[in-house]
């Protein structure tokens, strides 16, 4: 090589072109001479001042990257300029590209197309595949698919890698050729194998999915694997999602954050998503609330749908940033609108109770119509209640049903047990005690705690099932243990009467007043009854009359009448027969045959009223109507 090299210098000194553009590769690649940029760009510059294109193309080069001379982008586009107006291939190429991005030059996408073009029909690989995104984005050139694919195929048969993966992108994507995944996986798998980690990623996507190969998990993350580690965030995400779900791979979580983070921290907007998700969750890392916003943020300033409804629900909740349902509502919209469902729902939530908007039932039903066609079960169940209540839309029946059923389909427990309600009531439908039963026991056994009420009334008044008291226990017991005013109620009840369970009134007692303390004025009543008779707890007249009134004051008509005993009799209360008359009226006015008739017996006595002996008459004529003895047998005497 030392022989060459003297020759080369010989002939060089001489002023011989071909030798000094020869002595520049030599300095400029290490080769028989020790790396020196300088000497290259030496006689670079002497080859090209003469005109050897060669030469001018490595001048242009070492301009462009600073090497063994200061960095000038200008000169550099020159001495391209002047190789490639001489044929050069490789400068043409180069030329172009400057073009293409702008650099040293102003961009020019149609003289980017010339120069590559130029260069591409000498058989330059590069150029040829460059004159193909050039068709392919409709830069500098009209569009044309077609003409994109059959310059990335030459450049792709020459074994150019990423001619060979765009090739593969054509080919899946139906771009300028019929769609062919098989033939897509040919050009990825030549690409792949050498190096190219777009292409490893596109493979791993063809193994996952089965797509123009069988499908093999175990592949797929192989290939995600290799283009992953060159850096390929795309890939990297991917592969966390294969750990995380345990594709292809042992499911581990910790692999999975690792990998989700690598992706992340180069912007992956999916892999700040599924980060923000980890932070929440705790999952392979410790929860983190600060942290899954900052997350979520990164994701949806992205436009990631997912990230935006997450970070909606952040705002929401409070959880990791100020409480803020304004910008709550912000980002589900963003979220919403392009689509995620849970978003619209969210939204139509917000509208529905006014937070953080003007409260608007018309716009809450659009956001949950949308929802709900996408199969939103949560969605529809609302849509449901929305048609049932009439609220932003006409009150039907019918699609109360129908959405309800949607819902309910899905496994939705709270759209279960509405549907119950309808087939018990026959509203919208044709009143079913079966059905009815049959979807209370769906919404029952996943927990609903009104659900296990209605299907413990259903087994107690055997309405749709055969009656079974102990079974209605069993789930007033369940209901009631989750808190349900109702079943607590209903428990009182069976402890109070000995109904499949021995007669127990502090037991009664217990459960009365559980419900009781929640408002319900059944047990209001009741336990009013308890106090006043001392069953389960030590009589007092006093507390009797306050749970009557509670109960009263809700509009029940029994305790209205047993508050009305309590003011005629002065029980726990001064007596006070106008009081007593005010609360039998509006007890008998509600139906109650013995509040009839202690207001008719007021009437005819004139205690807390004036004596009227025709309105008597009519009182105990709407009681006796009823059956109540006591009524039927006023009449009789006046009549005597």
Known sequence: MSKEIDEYKKKAEQGDAEAQCSLGDCYRLGQGVEQDYSEAFKWYQLSAEQGDSDAQFCLGTLYEEGLGVEQNLELAVDWYRKSAEQGNAEAQYLLGDCYRVGLGVEQNYSAAFKWC???AEQGYSDAQYYLGLLYGEGAGVEQNLELAVDWCRKSAEQGNAEAQCSLGDCYRAGQGVDQDYSAAFKWYQLSAEQGYSDAQYCLGLLYENGSGVERNSELAVDWYRKSAEQGNADAQC?????????????????????????????????????????????????????????????????????????????????????????????????????????????????????????????????????????????????????????????????????????????????????????????????????????????????????????????????????????????WYRKSADQGNAGAQCCLGDCYRLGQC?????????????????????????????????????????????????????????????????????????????????????????QGDPEAQFNLGSMCEKGLGVERNLELAIDWYRKSAEQDFEEAVEALKKIDE
């Open 238 to 474: 991917l592969l966390g999602a294969c750990y995380g779900l345990g594709d292809g791979v042992e499911q581990d979580d910790f692999m999975a954050f690792r990998w989700y983070q690598l992706s992340a921290e180069q912007g992956n907007s999916v892999a700040q998503c599924a980060m923000g998700g980890f932070y929440c969750s705790g999952q392979g890392v410790d929860q983190d609330y600060s942290a899954a916003f900052k997350w979520y943020q990164l994701s949806a300033e992205q436009g990631d749908l997912d990230a935006q409804y997450y970070l909606g629900l952040l705002y929401g909740e409070g959880a990791g940033v100020e409480q803020n349902y304004e910008l709550a509502v912000d980002w589900y919209r963003k979220s919403a609108e392009q689509g995620n469902a849970d978003a619209q729902c969210a939204l139509g939530d917000y509208y529905r109770l006014g937070q953080g908007v003007e409260q608007d039932y018309s716009e809450s039903f659009k956001w949950y119509q949308l929802s709900a066609e996408q199969g939103n079960s949560i969605a529809q169940y609302c849509l449901g209640f929305l048609y049932r209540e009439g609220a932003g839309v006409e009150q039907n029946l019918e699609l109360v049903v129908d959405w309800y059923r949607k819902s309910a389909d899905q496994g939705n427990a709270d759209a279960q047990c509405c549907l119950g309600d309808c087939y018990r009531l026959g509203q919208g439908v044709e009143q079913n005690y079966s059905e009815s039963f049959k979807w209370y026991q769906l919404s029952a056994r996943q927990g609903n705690s009104v659900a296990q009420l209605y299907l413990g009334v259903l087994y107690d008044e055997g309405l749709g099932v055969e009656q079974n008291n102990e079974l209605a226990v069993d």
């Open 117 to 119: 073009q130029l260069s």
């Open 501 to 589: 369970v021995d007669q127990d009134y502090s037991e009664a007692f217990k459960w009365y007043q559980l419900s009781a303390e929640q408002d319900y004025s059944d047990a209001q009543l009741r336990l009013g009854v308890l106090y006043a008779e001392g069953l389960g707890v030590e009589q007092n007249l006093e507390l009797a009359a306050d749970w009557y009134r509670k109960s009263a004051e809700q509009g029940h008509e029994e305790a209205q009448c047993c508050l009305g005993d309590c003011y005629r009799l002065g029980d726990g209360v001064e007596q006070d027969y106008s009081a007593a008359f005010k609360w039998y009226q509006l007890s008998a006015e």
